[in-house]
C-alpha cells in the first residue's frame, strides 16, 4: 500500500452518503492526499470524491420496482467494475447497498482486490441468506449496532463494532429553540416534521397519506406548524405536493435540513428507514409509516424475521427477540405475539391518514409518554456513541496492511 491509498466508494443513496461522508472525512485526516472514486453524493463530494456516477442512479428499493432500471444497473456495475479492475485501488468499500454492492464486492476481492462493507446487511431483521453472500463478498465488515459482529462470527465472517457516527454527530441534548429560530419558526406551539423519505418511490406513496393526516392533526390542533424536510433531487415534486395539499401557510417545505426538522418538532412522522434512527438520537417521539406496491411488500414480508420494521424498536427491544428460537420459521418469529414496541409502526394498509394522524396525536397528548421515551432513546444515544472515526480507520489501515 502507498502512503496515499487509493480507494474506491460506493453509496446509494441519502443515508449511506452521510456515513460515507463522515468515513472520508476521518480518512483524510490520517491520509490527507488519499484519492477516492466511485459512485456517491453531495455530502461524498464535498471531501473531494470524484463520484464517476451520481448516487440517485441507485436509489430504488422493492423488487418490482427495481425492474425497470436492472438492465441500467447491472450495465453501471458491470462498467464500474471493470474501471476499478484496470485501476486496481488499494482498498473497496461497499456503503450499505447490498444488492448493488455485494455482486461487485465479490468479483474485485476474487481478483485480489480489498474489499470493505460498511453497515452489516440486517440479516438479523430480513433475507438472512444475505450472509452467503456477504462472506464471499467482504473481507471485513464495519458494524453500527453492538450486537452484530458477535452474530457475523458465528457465520465466519470477521467484523468491528465501530458505532454509529450519527450518534456522534448528533448532540446528545438537542437545542430544539434554537432549530427554531434557524427555521423561522415560532418558539412555542406544536411542530410536528413530516419526513417522507428520500426516494421517489417514497413520496409517491406516502406524501399523500402524510399530508392528509396532517390536515387531520390540525383540524385537532388548529395551531400546528408542519415541516418537511425534502432532499435536493425531489424537492420540486415534495413542493407541487405541498402546494396541493391545502395546509397552506401551516407546511413548510425545507430544502434538505432533516435534522433542523428534528431538532425542531415536537413529533414527527416518519418514513422507515435510517431517518428513523436520526430521529430517536434527536430523542423525539415519533409515529413509522411506510407502503409500496402490494406485491412488493407481499414478496418482502415473507422474508422478514422480527416483528418490527422501524430500527428505534429493533435496537429498543431486549436482545433475545432478534434471535429466532431454534426450529421457528422466519415467519413464525416475525409474527409472534407480546413483541414490545416503542414507538408505533403503521405499515401498508395500516397507514392510512386516519390512523397516522391519531398516533401523533396520542404523543401529543401524553407528555409523560414522551418523556420516558425520550430518556430510552438517550440511553440508545449513549450505547451507540463511539469513536467511530477512530475505530472504522484503524479497522481500515489494519486491512490495508495485510
Known sequence: MSASPRLALVAGESSGDLLAGHLLAA??????????????????????????????????????????RLPELLRIRRQLGDRLMAG???L???????????????RLRSAGIKTLHFVSPSFW????????????????VLCLFPFEPALLAQAGIAATYVGHP????????PDRAAARRALGLPPDGTVVALL????????????????????LIQQARPATQ???????????????????????????VLPGQSHAALAACDVTLIASGTATLEAALFKRPMVIAYAMPRLSYALMRRKRQLPWVGLPNVLCAPRQWLQRPAGMSAQKAADRPGAPFVVPELIQDAATPQALAR???????????????????????????RDTARLATDAIQTLLAR
Do not use: C
Not at 461497499?94 to 461487485?104: K, Q, Y
Not at 430480513?126 to 471485513?140: F, G, N, S, Y
Not at 450519527?166 to 441534548?173: D, W
Open 27 to 68: 480518512l483524510r485526516a490520517r491520509w490527507p492526499v488519499l484519492t477516492s472514486v466511485g459512485i456517491g453524493g453531495a455530502q461524498m463530494v464535498a471531501q473531494d470524491f470524484d463520484a464517476w456516477w451520481p448516487m440517485e442512479k441507485l436509489a430504488v428499493r422493492g423488487y418490482l420496482e427495481v425492474l425497470p
Open 88 to 90: 486496481r485501488p488499494d
Open 92 to 106: 473497496f468499500i461497499g456503503v450499505d447497498a447490498p444488492d448493488f454492492n455485494f455482486d461487485l464486492e465479490a
Open 125 to 140: 431483521a430480513w433475507r438472512p441468506e444475505k450472509l452467503v453472500k456477504l462472506k464471499a463478498a467482504a473481507d471485513h
Open 166 to 173: 450519527l450518534a456522534s454527530v448528533i448532540p446528545m441534548q
Open 196 to 215: 417522507l423519505g428520500s426516494r421517489a418511490a417514497e413520496i409517491e406513496h406516502l406524501a399523500s397519506r402524510f399530508f392528509q393526516a396532517a390536515a
Open 226 to 252: 408542519f415541516i418537511v424536510p425534502a432532499v435536493p433531487h425531489l424537492l420540486g415534486r415534495v413542493q407541487a405536493l405541498a402546494r396541493a395539499s391545502g395546509l397552506g401557510a401551516a407546511l413548510h
Open 359 to 385: 398516533a401523533v396525536l396520542d404523543w401529543l397528548a401524553a407528555p409523560e409518554k414522551m418523556a420516558a421515551l425520550q430518556a430510552r432513546f438517550a440511553a440508545l444515544h449513549d450505547e451507540l456513541r
